[in-house]
Every structure is written in C-alpha cells, then in structure tokens.
C-alpha cells in the first residue's frame, strides 16, 4: 500500500480504509487521542509504544481493517524515519561534538567575558539561541545549566534573571527551528519548505524569545526569588581538556547548516527557475541531509581536531552521540505512524469538511489542537506530530509561505503550558532548586507567553506573505 499525499487525499483521489462516516471519525480520533494519553499519563507508557497502540486503536474505532491499519502504521513509521531520522542523527552528531570539543563552552566563555551587568539576561538568551540550534532540549539544559548557576552565585545575580532568558532561547529554537525533531516531522506531513520555514522561524523566533527572556525575566525574579542550589553547580565539559576549539570557527560549524538552507530557501524564491545552474547547486547544498552531513564533516576538524581529539577519539564520540537518540527516532517514527493513520482512515477528509463550516483561521485552529495534546500528554513532540497529521490536509491549497506558517502554528502550540507532566518541568525544577508553585509561575507561564507570542507573530506574518 502506498502512501497517501495531502493532495491526492483532498482531491478524494484515494479512497479510506475505511467507510465510516465523519461521525464515528471524529469519535474513533477522540478515542485514539484518549489512549495515548491515558497510556502516557496514567500508565506512564513510554510514548513510542502509547503512540503505536494508540494508532491501532484508532484504526478499529474508525472500523479499518487491521491488516490496513497495520500497513498505515508500518508506512507512515517507515516514511518519517527515512525522511527525517537522518537528520536527527546528524544533529545530534554535531551537537555531542560541540559539547564534548569544549566549543559550547567556548561560545559562552567569549559572549559572558564581554556582558555584565545589565546585558547579562540577553547574553544568555544569545549563547542559549546559538548552542539551542543543534542540540536536543535536554543536551542544553544539560550543558547551559551549571553556567547558569556559575554565572549567578559569582555575578550575585537573580538565578531567575539569568536561567529564564537561557531557558527561553532553548524552548524557542526546539519547537520552532528545524533542525530540532518537531519542526522537523512537521515540514514533513504538511510538505513546508524547509528553508522557508526556517527563515520565517527565524523570524517568528527573534522577537518571541525577547519577549519571553530577558524581558519576562524581570517579572519571574519578581515572583520567584530562589538562592542558587550549590550541589547542583556542576564541573563543565571542557575542564578536563587541554585546549578548545575557537570561537568563529566554533559558531561558524555550528550556523553552517542554517546559512546553506537559508541560502537555497533565498535563491529558489529570487531565481525561481529549476534550469538556473546556481539553483540546481544551492537545491543540493541547501538541502537538510547535505547541510548537516557537510556541519558535520567540517566539526571533525573545527570542533573535534582543534580540541585535540584522536581518530579513536572522534569515532567515539560520533558512537556515543547516537545510543541517546533512539527513543527520540522511535517515538518520531511513531508519531509518523499515527500521522499516517489518521489520513487513510480519512480524518483528513473530515477536518477538511467540518473547516468549510468553521469561523477559525486554519493557523489559529493547528494551534489549539497543538495545544490540546500538548496539555494532555505533556510531550511538545508528540502535540508537534498528532496536530501536523490532523491538519496536513489544509495545507493542500496553500502557498509556500502560509504552509511553512502552519509548521510553525503547530510549534508554537506544541510548547504551551508545560506542566506536570512534561519531563522538562521536573528537569527545571530540580535544576534551579524550586517547588512546583514556583516552577509553575516561572517556567510554566515562560512557556506559555512562548506560545502565545509566537502564535501572534505567526498569525502577522500571514497577513503580509
């Protein structure tokens, strides 16, 4: 069985797998939904598996076969995962070599030696922005938090004016910029350009993750006023190296993926001719697969070599950053499946009947259904995932620009109101040495605003593309 696309499936071209009307549809994805949830929140099942049962199950309430639910699923897992666990892989290459080489905290060094006082909060929120770009949100908690706390205890800084700015440029750069797996399986079941996407997040990103770092920073030391936690000030990774890459070459690596698919995403709408040989050179360099394989060739060297890693010591360090990312690539590639569901029993075909009758903008409405799971289930990537395969069919007829916009809706809503049951509010809580009231009125409404304003921009930007 073949895959169904956005386009063939709002042309009616491909029959469901399944006959049921919109009624028992919307029923059969209710009850999905609820099982992944329940199996995540209740059973505490790890998301890959309530992903996949969850998917099961919606196929038999919509009334599918189970052998055509099973192919959907096993389709929709398998086209993710080579569409996007390549590029997950990579990313998380290049972000073990920047934290082990010492280059993360290369950049921190040099961008904190020149802020103080005053400048602090956006000097954070710059280093957390350009280390966030290729690492997964936990790997730059990991590594931003004990600078965090250094640069607080030694500065006699709020440890809330200094940790929301940092934390809000990570949060911005995993739910809006790709290379980051969220964004990422969104591009691909809503068929966004790449490029498009990332420069118009870049956009969406700038002006959110101001609002919500250094200028709610102000507030959140304002409410939350806690001293910094000493055991949790830990040794850094490049401690115990005898020297570190530099910092232009260091941030140079890292912002080279971003300008080889910025650059294709720029001649494609200049130049706009497939036949054009600077096209055909930038449609290969830009693409995501080459820009982070070549990021990576060139960190061997600016990252690994100039840290003086041996050969054993690279391979090593390229085994070790891929054992982490297998839960990420499954979960990824489960969400894929349940995305592939969803459009062969043809909720597709029902979302896109029932819009015709709603007052919403379709921006508005990937937002609250982002927002839905988000709140039920915790996990930014799953919301990312569900919500893009519930609302890929709208984006059938729209521009590039309107369909790279519904990638970032989704983002914007997957990362609302984290609360209790995301992983990273515990991992923030106990970082900063706070309770859950305190986590709540810091992070949790951080997180928040990071929604809404990115949401805002969002909804500006459609008015003008």
């Keep these: 069985m073949t895959s169904l696309s956005v386009e063939t499936l709002a042309a009616g071209a491909v029959e469901p797998i399944t006959s049921a009307g919109n009624g028992q549809l919307g029923i059969a994805v209710l009850a999905g939904i609820a099982v992944i949830v329940l199996l995540i929140t209740k059973f505490k099942l790890h998301a890959f598996l309530a992903l996949t049962i969850g998917s099961l199950a919606l196929g038999a309430f919509a009334g599918a076969p189970l052998d055509k639910a099973i192919t959907s699923f096993s389709t929709g897992l398998g086209n993710t995962v080579a569409g996007v666990g390549v590029l997950i892989a990579l990313g998380a290459i290049l972000g073990k070599l920047l934290a082990d080489s010492g280059g993360a905290d290369q950049i921190v060094d040099t961008i904190l030696a020149k802020a103080s006082g005053r400048a602090m909060p956006w000097a954070m929120v710059l280093i957390a922005s350009i280390i966030g770009l290729p690492l997964f949100f936990e790997v730059g908690i990991v590594l931003l938090i004990p600078v965090v706390l250094l640069v607080a205890k030694r500065g006699n800084y709020s440890l809330m004016r200094i940790g929301i700015p940092a934390l809000a440029g990570l949060s911005v750069m995993h739910g809006l910029i790709p290379p980051h797996p969220g964004p990422l399986v969104a591009i691909d079941a809503i068929d966004a350009n790449l490029g498009l996407t990332l420069g118009l997040g870049v956009l969406v990103a700038i002006p959110t993750v101001i609002i919500a770092g250094p200028v709610f920073s102000k507030y959140a030391a304002r409410w939350v006023d806690v001293p910094v936690p000493e055991k949790m000030v830990l040794q850094r990774p490049s401690e115990d190296l005898e020297r570190r890459p530099g910092f232009a070459a260091t941030v140079a690596t890292v912002m080279l993926p971003v300008v080889l698919m910025l650059a294709k995403a720029l001649v494609d709408i ?191 930007l459609s008015l003008v593309l």
């Excluded at 903008?361 to 289930?377: E, F, G, S």
């Design 270 to 460: 200049v130049v706009d001719n497939p036949e054009n040989a600077v096209q055909r050179v930038t449609d290969v360099i830009g693409s995501p697969l080459i820009a982070l394989l070549a990021a990576v060739l060139v960190g061997l060297f600016t990252l690994g070599r100039a840290a003086g890693f041996t050969k054993d010591r690279l391979s090593s360090t390229v085994e070790k950053s891929l054992a982490p990312i297998a839960g990420v690539l499954m979960i990824v590639g489960a969400g894929g499946g349940f995305k592939q569901t969803l459009i062969d029993v043809g909720v597709g075909q029902m979302i896109l009947d029932f819009s015709k009758d709603w007052a919403i903008p379709t921006l508005l409405l990937a937002w609250l259904i982002a927002v839905a799971i988000r709140l039920a289930t915790g996990s930014a990537t799953v919301a990312t995932i569900s919500a893009a395969g519930l609302v890929a069919p709208l984006a059938a007829d729209m521009s590039a620009s309107h369909a790279a916009l519904l990638v970032l809706a989704v983002g914007a809503g997957s990362l609302f109101f984290s609360h209790v049951n995301d992983a990273g509010f515990w991992l923030v809580k106990e970082y900063f040495g706070m309770d859950v009231g305190q986590t709540v009125k810091t992070w949790s409404v951080m997180e928040t605003i990071i929604s809404v304003v990115s949401l805002g921009f969002v909804l500006l």
